[in-house]
């Protein structure tokens, strides 16, 4: 049961989010709260601006969505097409500058957009439909994968051995191991995605995550070749940008994996608190309240992370405070567990652990796991994989059977990132 002072916060958080609650707020801006706004600005600007907005988004507390649409059309777009229009450099690097300081949010209010079929009500379903598509490929996106390789692959395989994107296979406080796992996501992502999808026996999915992966590259050169500078600068650097981003951010939230229930939420996944990206990206660092309901709304992760505080000690997780994910993962590859010891919110066991003792227990959680680990650690994984090669078994001289057994040898992680097992 929650503390006394946690249940007056929960009560408070909850009031704020229920929209029938004479106390409930809804999230405008991200830089600015309601308080911080001179009451003649909200009453006369903000508040109309609220009213309209709540009649377009699909929860009244995400009018903040809006405001981003609405930023990004009349900011990124024109900037884009301008330099289609007349290129200068100093456009180009700035315009990639800017695309890069609002990539963070747009990824993560894509986030909302994927997990949930979309952001706004249904009488702007169409257009919910469409923008992203506009949006996407100015933010470094290719048309669809985020939403392939996210809801249909990473949560259904949450960091395990079968996740492309999975830490499991590499330590993951060495920097030579990292830079492994981002060239394979860099480089290999395009046919990795649609061989797991066919090893799943999804093949409908294989092919729309291929197409539209193949899709996007084919308009990107398309546009290089009808004007290359600005096409760089518009398209291909963010998309760099983006991609190693992604890699960092994903690096930042499962590097820290026990080593003796690495198949659980709580202690595969790490929860940030008091740090900027939950302000400015939709509460991005309640991340295993996210994998435990990926379908919970963004302003209801500091409700449940209260809620639950019992369950997040009982399960042995993680909360850090005043540290981001990029930092984590630049603390990590330094190795400086004294740092990441600092950062961490004592809870459950961890309680009267001395600083030197939770450095040592950190480290533990990086180690990578060797084969026989993770047939001991992922039974389900295990029987999936026990099960494919079964349904082969006896077939020798087919070709499919070979094929099939060659595709799974080179989707294997540990192949592919050149890793020798130790």
Excluded at 2 to 14: F, G, M, N, V
Excluded at 265 to 292: A, E, K, M, Q, W
Excluded at 342 to 364: F, H
Excluded at 370 to 375: A, F, G, M, P, S
């Amino acid at each position: 049961m929650p503390h006394e002072k946690d249940a007056q916060d929960i009560k408070r958080l909850q009031a704020f989010n229920d929209h029938h609650n004479s106390q409930f707020q809804t999230t405008v801006f991200a830089t600015w709260d309601e308080k911080d706004i001179p009451r003649p600005i909200y009453q006369y600007l903000i508040k109309p601006y609220i009213n309209f907005a709540q009649q377009v988004v699909r929860h009244p507390t995400d009018v903040i969505f809006v405001t981003h649409i609405i930023i990004y059309f009349t900011t990124n777009l024109p900037s884009a097409l301008f330099l289609y229009y007349h290129f200068t450099w100093i456009h180009g690097v700035l315009h990639a500058l800017y695309s890069l300081w609002c990539m963070g949010a747009f990824t993560l209010m894509m986030h909302q957009h994927i997990h949930n079929n979309g952001v706004l009500s249904k009488r702007f379903a169409t257009f919910d439909r469409l923008f992203p598509y506009i949006l996407e490929p100015l933010m470094g996106h290719t048309w669809d994968s985020y939403y392939y390789h996210h809801v249909k692959h990473h949560h259904v395989e949450g960091n395990g051995p079968e996740d492309l994107s999975s830490t499991v296979f590499y330590q993951r406080d060495e920097l030579s191991h990292f830079l492994c796992y981002v060239g394979r996501f860099l480089f290999l992502i395009w046919f990795d995605l649609p061989l797991y999808f066919l090893r799943k026996g999804k093949t409908n999915l294989a092919i729309k995550a291929g197409g539209s992966e193949l899709l996007s590259y084919a308009f990107f050169y398309t546009m290089s070749k009808i004007n290359f500078y600005p096409t760089l600068f518009v398209f291909i650097i963010p998309f760099a940008q983006l991609r190693l981003g992604l890699m960092i951010g994903n690096w930042g939230q499962h590097a820290l994996v026990d080593e003796v229930d690495p198949d659980s939420d709580f202690r595969s996944s790490i929860t940030l608190i008091d740090v900027p990206s939950n302000r400015y990206c939709f509460n991005v660092g309640y991340h295993t309240s996210h994998h435990l309901n990926p379908l919970r709304h963004w302003r209801e992760h500091p409700v449940h992370f209260l809620q639950s505080k019992d369950a997040y000690s009982k399960g042995g997780a993680l909360v850090f405070h005043n540290i981001d994910y990029l930092m984590m993962t630049v603390k990590l590859l330094q190795k400086d567990y004294m740092y990441l010891a600092n950062c961490l919110v004592p809870i459950g066991d961890q309680v009267g652990m001395s600083q030197q003792e939770i450095a040592d227990m950190l480290r533990t959680k990086t180690r990578r796991f060797t084969q026989e680990d993770i047939q001991k650690k992922f039974p389900q994984a295990n029987k999936a994989q026990q099960k494919r090669s079964a349904k082969s078994a006896g077939i020798p001289s087919a070709p499919g059977t070979r094929l099939s057994g060659l595709l799974s040898m080179l989707s294997h992680p540990v192949m592919r990132a050149g890793i020798k097992e130790e």
